[in-house]
């Protein structure tokens, strides 16, 4: 079998012996072929560990890449056409970079111009086989470029350095456009921001992002035009919210587990019982409190990605709410006993008791993306459910039973489905499809209950990430669409037609809109440079939250006692902090107002001293018996 890596490197605890490690991600590596229907490839490369190679789709393994030993392997890419030239690639922390002709079997390094053989990626042009094309980046801020396959390499001139107080430039992972050979496109994500280019690399442009907590989600409180709040979801950096909108942010993280909350569900009664539930990789949190504490209780006593959340309109009598579970990729296990029977981990499963307990429903072992529930729920029962591999689904009894609408554009790739708020009299329903092909994917219509179909003009053209109704829309026809390529649309005749908003050049992740519309005409954004507000219809829109992330350098961290400085690959600094001495510490200094300093803790987590504008605040003990996330370690 395959050898499993351990990726639990942090930052080292003082208090008893044993090493200190700072700031470490072990990074592993996987690329399949192009042709694995047909040959069932696989090349694996493990950090510490070396590479393999599977030819039955992963049943049995065997190492190749002796060549390499000693080195990191950082990142693998096998020819668009490996078929026929059995051409694999290989980025090495230390080697460079290394090619293989014939499967793997053997290696040979191609570093003919590159300078710094820490190299992090390298990314092949979708059409090599023709233009012979290849990207790398390392690990001191270097890339390359190269069109005769890797024989030899030619440095380009990246980004700017001096973008922020960052000492310890380098690139992270390439990506590159499918469409290479006419745009040009290319990615290069750093912990300061992404950067793109329309050159080939000889030019860039860069993007304020947020590294920490890129925002994967929001919602706004229904009874916004009364208490100006709205959470948010952030990857890494757990629960935000605002009562004043959008002016000031505080983390919400008291009991938050480290699961990446992305799916959230306010209760439509939040203004007397303020009730939250967030979806995470673990299954369904809830607050109580507005946040201000977190608690969890496990859908069917297992861990489950809870990928949608969705109360009832009527939640605050009848404590009815869905989770939507898509396990695909987690790790989690498929399948439980519940109850004496076997029953997937994968479907919609209800509680009944504000998220006390939990059943699985009718729709079980399809993995889903989103709920919805009818406006008229109490009455007359109806939810829907959508998946990306069966499509969309619908329950008239409450989520007992359900029915699959089977036919095109609902027979797969549905990833979010959303009811008019006049459901009862319209029988409206909005489905997107986000990916495939433009005669396939877009943003479609409903009007009879999901039985028939119309898609909107000029949805076919866009990625499509998310879309809201207004609270009138029955009246106002207006609705907002989140999209990859254009930003945020926007439609004023009932879905028919989609126009650009003001807000076009940000990756758009999740949007809400105001309850109170009709007055404020406020909308949300999250993307991932930030939170965007417009409170105009999308005609202007004000950036509300952003931070930045100033990795730990040396610049910044100040040890105390007797610590050694060690290059590591697989740090994201590049370098390890280490000491074996009781008492050690490290001093992190700040400046500014408004600090929060959101980290973890853990049995071999050390203590830090921390300054404010040159003055000591306090020292924070990182120690604890068990591992904690996304903990408040400091605020001021």
């Known amino acids: ?15 008893a012996e044993g090493p200190l490690v700072l700031d470490v991600v072990p990074r592993n590596t996987i690329a399949f072929s192009p042709n694995f229907p047909l040959d069932q490839t696989i090349f694996v490369g493990i950090a510490g560990q070396g590479l393999f190679k599977s030819t039955n789709g992963g049943t049995t393994w065997v190492p190749i890449g002796g060549e390499m030993a000693g080195y990191d392997i950082t990142t693998l890419v096998v020819s668009p056409g490996y078929l026929v030239t059995q051409t694999v690639y290989a980025s090495t922390y230390g080697g460079g970079i290394f090619v293989s002709t014939n499967g793997g079997t053997t290696w040979t390094a191609r570093n003919s111009g590159i300078n710094d053989l820490e190299t992090i990626s390298i990314v092949l ?9 290849a990207f790398v980046s390392t690990a001191v801020g270097e890339l390359y470029t190269s069109t005769d396959r890797g024989l030899t390499w030619s440095a380009l001139s990246g980004p700017p350095r001096e973008l922020s107080e960052q000492t310890n430039v380098h690139y992270r992972r390439l990506g590159i456009s499918p469409n290479f050979k006419n745009d040009h496109i290319l990615f290069l994500p750093t912990f300061e921001g992404m950067w793109k280019s329309n050159t080939a690399g000889t030019t860039w442009r860069y993007s304020e992002i947020l590294p920490t907590s890129l925002v994967r989600a929001l919602s706004v409180s229904p009874a916004y035009g009364q208490d100006a709040t709205v959470f948010a979801s952030t990857y890494g950096g757990g629960m935000v919210r605002t009562q004043d909108g959008a002016q000031t942010w505080v983390p919400l993280t008291t009991g938050m587990l480290n699961g990446y909350p992305d ?13 939250v539930f967030v979806g995470t990789v673990w299954g369904p949190q809830r607050t109580l409190n507005g946040g201000a504490a977190w608690t969890f209780n496990p859908v069917l006593n297992t ?4 990928r949608a959340v969705a109360l009832s309109p009527e939640f605050g009598s009848d404590y009815t709410l869905a989770v939507g579970v898509d396990n695909l990729e987690t790790g989690h296990p498929p399948y439980v006993v519940w109850n004496g029977h076997v029953v997937s981990t994968n479907g919609v499963f209800m ?5 006390n307990n939990w059943v699985p429903t009718q729709l079980n072992g399809v993995g889903v993306q989103s709920v919805a529930f009818s406006p008229n729920f109490g009455a007359d029962q109806v939810m829907y459910a959508s998946s990306l591999y069966y499509g969309l689904y619908r329950s008239a009894n409450g989520g007992v039973n359900w029915t699959r609408l089977g036919t095109f554009p609902t027979e797969c790739c549905v990833s979010r489905v959303v009811l008019s708020p006049s459901y009862a009299s319209d029988h409206t329903v909005f489905i997107s499809r986000p990916t495939g092909e433009p005669v396939s994917r877009g943003l479609y219509k409903s009007v009879d209950n999901g039985n028939t179909w119309q898609r909107a003009l000029g949805s076919e053209d866009v990625t499509l990430l998310d879309f809201v109704l207004s609270p009138d829309f029955a009246n106002d026809g207006v609705m907002y669409v989140a999209t990859l390529e254009q930003g945020v649309l926007k439609s004023t005749d009932g879905g028919a037609t989609l126009f650009q908003t003001n807000l076009t050049d940000a990756y758009v992740t999740a949007l809400d809109i105001s309850a109170n519309y009709a007055n404020d005409e406020t909308v949300y954004a999250a993307t991932y440079t930030g939170i965007y507000r417009s409170g105009d219809g999308g005609d202007s829109w004000t950036q509300t939250i952003y931070r930045t992330r100033v990795e730990e350098e040396r610049a910044s961290i100040t040890p105390t006692g007797s610590w050694s400085v060690i290059s590591v690959a697989n740090s994201s600094a590049g370098f390890v902090l280490y000491s074996e001495v009781p008492g050690d510490s490290l001093r992190f200094d700040y400046a500014g107002t408004n600090v929060a300093l959101i ?4 049995s071999n987590f050390g203590m830090i001293d921390i300054y404010l504008d040159g003055v000591f605040m306090q020292t ?7 591992s904690l996330q996304q903990q408040i370690l400091f605020q001021s």
Do not use: C, Q, W
Not at 1 to 15: Q, V
Not at 125 to 133: C, G, I, W, Y
Not at 303 to 306: C, G, I, K, L, T
């Open 125 to 133: 042009s979708p059409t090599f086989l023709t233009d012979r094309t």
């Open 1 to 15: 079998g395959i050898p499993s890596a351990n990726a639990d490197y942090e930052l080292g605890h003082s208090h």
């Open 351 to 355: 509680s009944r008791s504000a998220g």
């Open 620 to 626: 924070v003990d990182l120690y604890s018996p068990t």
């Open 263 to 275: 799916p959230t569900a306010i209760s439509a009664s939040y203004a007397t019982s303020p009730v």
């Open 303 to 306: 861990p489950v990605f809870a």
């Open 599 to 602: 980290g973890g803790k853990g």
